[in-house]
């Protein structure tokens, strides 16, 4: 995102979350989204190269060369209402994690904005506890 746009994007999101809990979904975007999903499923297995790589790939992570199938079967069952539910209990506020990538500009290079922008991104990391794992890499 570009630097200083943090505040009007977390607000679109939350606005786009909000509306489609009010809203839901309409018919014509679902089916627009199961479409996405199979046509990646079947690009994903255009060639013997892209074939051998799903099924490595769903093995490696699943246990199951197959699992892609599954998947895409059980894509074609989820409805309006499902999408509802999951919006409902996971897409809230109190369970947000906000990631915001930003480039440094060269003042932030030198220290300067870097505070100015860790301070803004405060509001949203309030009570979050930032820590050094021992490997070496920092958590919050």
Known sequence: MEPGKIDQSVAET???LKRLLTNGFTKSDLEKA?????????????TVETLAGSLVSNELLTSDPNFSERYVAGIQKVTSADLQRILQNYLR??????????PLSEQEKDGQARQEKEQ?????????KKRQLSNGIKAR
């Open 120 to 128: 803004s991104l405060s509001l949203y990391t309030e009570g979050m």
């Open 93 to 102: 506020e109190d369970r947000m994690t906000l990631v915001g990538l930003t």
């Open 34 to 46: 199961k479409r996405s999903v199979i046509a990646d499923y079947f690009t994903s297995r255009q």
């Open 14 to 16: 939350e606005k786009e």
